[in-house]
């Protein structure tokens, strides 16, 4: 059973940082590309970042470019993402989800919220 189980979210100032964490178990993690895709409250759904199964290869939504890293530990079967400079626009629930090819995604964490806020 693939399952994907997200942490590290909370309240954080305008400015601050966080780092996000995906633990994924059920399916060889090493061979998938991975991303982050968020949901703000009372929006859609928007891509954040993706990352490809080694891990050499990232891109990024405009809004998040050189604020946010996405990365991986295939060893720990982990999908990070640090996110600097947070914005309170940047609040939403953000979701690890594992990627079939871009934009198509065929398996979601729980998700976990993220709070920017003074």
């Known amino acids: 059973e693939v399952q994907l189980v997200e942490s590290g979210g909370g309240l954080v100032q305008p400015g601050g940082s966080l780092r996000l964490s995906c633990a994924a178990s059920g399916f060889t993690f090493s061979s998938y590309a991975m991303s982050w895709v968020r949901q703000a409250p009372g929006k859609g759904l928007e891509w954040v970042s993706a990352?490809?199964?080694?891990?050499?290869?990232?891109s990024y939504a405009d809004s998040v470019k050189g604020r946010f890293t996405i990365s991986r530990d295939n060893a720990k079967n982990t999908l990070y993402l640090q996110m600097n400079s947070l914005k309170p626009e940047d609040t939403a629930v953000y979701y690890c989800v594992k990627t079939v090819v871009a934009g198509t995604y065929d398996y979601w964490g729980q998700g976990t919220q993220v709070t920017v806020s003074s």
């Open positions: 990352i490809n199964s080694g891990g050499g290869s990232t």
